[in-house]
């Protein structure tokens, strides 16, 4: 069962798989601490979820193993033709990837509803309240780095994560967990524009440039503005320093140029972005964000 399940998710594109058990995930004092020092900015639904992500079980009634899956996303970053950007991850020509991912799921929970006949499975993705990446240090597919990413040896932090919780009592062998490889590197820490990483491991939501220019509902100031690498939707100055990535650093002109976001209506961007992962942000928050980058000049 596992060995036909293992290769199905590769067929699928995934490439980091591994299982758990449900139960308080590794790291999770760690994380209510975090909390408590009051680093998550604004988003007070990781306070109300706590419950929950102490305890995924409690995601599905019954659940007796935790899948964890790590699926790929482009190293090159998409550009505009005028020398803006945007995160890699928000690949603007394809579905928002919390949908996709889903999709590229469904398989492998249909795999098992099919094989244990009565079993009942959840996927999850990163909008649920689950420690995604503590569970899947937890199954061995990768180690925290200190930009407090996952890294999976061999492929690096470029992943979207995912999670099948299955009432399916699958037999696996105790994963072995994967030691920390950062060693004495700091180039994560030493390169982010703000000092969001305020030490290895540690991360100060309100300063990083990724929830600023997605998370955040205020506007981004111009000083703020003249850091962000001309990115306009979150930021990948941690990961692109980073060994295990391979210091790629490419770019791809898959964006309109600036003036054609500042001109666009909300029913124009619904049609052409709604339905990616920019669509998160909306339009108005990706104009403020454009408009505190142009206002320190214009890209070389």
Not at 155 to 178: C, D, M, N, R
Not at 212 to 223: C, M, N, P, Q, S
Request: charged share 20%.
């Amino acid at each position: 069962m596992v060995s036909a399940f293992l290769q199905r998710a590769k067929e699928l594109g995934f490439v980091g798989i591994g299982l758990s058990r449900p139960g308080r995930p590794p790291f999770f004092d760690k994380f209510t601490a975090w909390l408590s020092n009051r680093k998550h900015a604004d988003m007070a639904w990781l306070e109300r979820s706590v419950p929950l992500r102490e305890d995924p079980a409690k995601l599905l009634d019954g659940c007796q193993t935790i899948i964890s899956l790590a699926y790929p996303y482009p190293h090159s970053k998409p550009r505009t033709p005028d020398g803006f950007c945007v995160s890699r991850h928000a690949d603007p020509t394809s579905e928002d990837y919390h949908d996709r991912l889903r999709k590229i799921c469904g398989p492998l929970s249909r795999l098992l509803e099919e094989i244990y006949e009565g079993s009942r499975s959840k996927i999850c993705i990163d909008s649920a309240p689950i420690l995604e990446k503590s569970i899947a240090c937890a199954s061995g597919i990768g180690f925290f780095g200190k930009n407090t990413l996952l890294i999976l040896p061999g492929h690096g932090s470029y992943v979207y994560l995912a999670e099948i919780l299955s009432t399916v009592p699958i037999a696996f062998s105790p994963p072995h967990p994967v030691k920390n490889q950062c060693g004495s590197c700091s180039l994560c820490v030493d390169a982010c524009p703000t000092g969001a990483l305020e030490r290895p491991f540690y991360l100060n939501a309100a300063r990083c440039l990724s929830y600023l220019t997605i998370e955040y509902r205020g506007k981004v100031g111009a000083d703020h503005g003249e850091i962000t690498g001309k990115s306009f939707f979150g930021c990948d100055r941690c990961q692109e320093v980073c060994p295990f990535n391979g210091g790629k650093s490419s770019t791809t002109a898959s964006l309109p140029p600036i003036d054609d976001f500042l001109a666009m209506d909300e029913k124009i961007f619904d049609q052409r972005f709604g339905w990616t992962a920019l669509g998160r942000a909306g339009l108005e928050k990706l104009k403020s964000n454009i408009q505190a980058l142009t206002s320190v000049g214009e890209p070389t």
